[in-house]
């Protein structure tokens, strides 16, 4: 199945300083990659996610890059706040056969902005 | 808004009991999840389901069965408690199996002694 690494484990930055998250995968018929924040006590919530068919995309101040060819992708928050502390896991999906609408998660990165 | 609910937020259990976790979305989504989540491992897949009556393994199974008699319900059983099961449960839903976001409830703490 879908091999999903991601790095750093944990990152600390200052507040208004950037942060990068990246995440490589496996198969190149993942074709889904989402991006999940877990706020302490709460399940994880999409922040954002992209598609194959498309290299970049942006909401406000966080922003992900997909390099189909390296199979690997990254999230990018920028102008950082202490809120933005929390766990972020990259997931991957693969489309195909009886796996379809399954998720492989990384193992998350401890985001820690320190104001 | 989609909601994912867990039955429990947090349980404490003795070894051999049988546990029940439930889980219910009000979404009519087609696919349901259950993760387990341990520090340093990330979010491991114990069982999914693509319709009613209808079970995949995922990853981690061993120890775990699931039922889904109703679309909107998905229930974690473990059988056996052991001490390693101790840890976060969470359960998810998504729309379809193409590639879509998928909803987590708030998570069940649990532990087995």
């Known amino acids: 199945g879908e091999n999903v690494e991601q790095h750093p484990s944990t990152l600390s930055v200052q507040e208004g300083d950037s942060a990068v998250i990246k995440c490589t995968y496996s198969?190149?018929?993942?074709?889904?990659f989402p991006w999940y924040k877990q706020e302490l006590g709460k399940g994880p919530q999409l922040i954002i996610d992209?598609?194959?068919?498309?290299g970049e995309k942006k909401d406000q101040r966080i922003a992900v890059t997909l390099n189909k060819t390296a199979k690997h992708f990254s999230l990018h928050i920028t102008e950082t706040q202490p809120e933005d502390s929390a766990v972020y896991f990259c997931?991957?999906?693969?489309?195909?056969?009886?796996?379809?609408?399954?998720?492989?998660f990384g193992r998350g990165t401890q985001l820690t902005v320190w104001p | 808004d989609v909601k994912v609910t867990q039955s429990s937020r947090y349980l404490v259990k003795r070894t051999g009991e049988k546990v029940f976790l439930e889980c219910v979305q009000d979404m009519d989504h087609e696919n349901m999840f259950w993760y387990r989540q341990d520090p340093g491992l990330g979010l491991r897949l114990i069982y999914f389901?693509?319709?009613?009556?209808?079970?995949e393994k995922g990853d981690i199974p061993e120890g775990y069965s699931v039922s889904r008699e109703k679309k909107e319900r998905f229930s974690l059983i473990l059988e056996s408690a052991s001490t390693n099961q101790t840890s976060m449960y969470l359960c998810?839903?998504?729309?379809?199996?193409?590639?879509?976001?998928?909803?987590f409830g708030q998570g069940t703490r649990l532990t087995v002694v």
């Open positions: 992209i598609r194959s068919n498309v």
């Open positions: 998810a839903s998504s729309l379809s199996r193409v590639g879509t976001e998928a909803f």
């Open positions: 389901s693509y319709d009613v009556k209808m079970k």
């Open positions: 997931a991957a999906s693969i489309f195909r056969g009886s796996t379809l609408g399954r998720l492989y």
């Open positions: 198969d190149s018929a993942s074709n889904y």
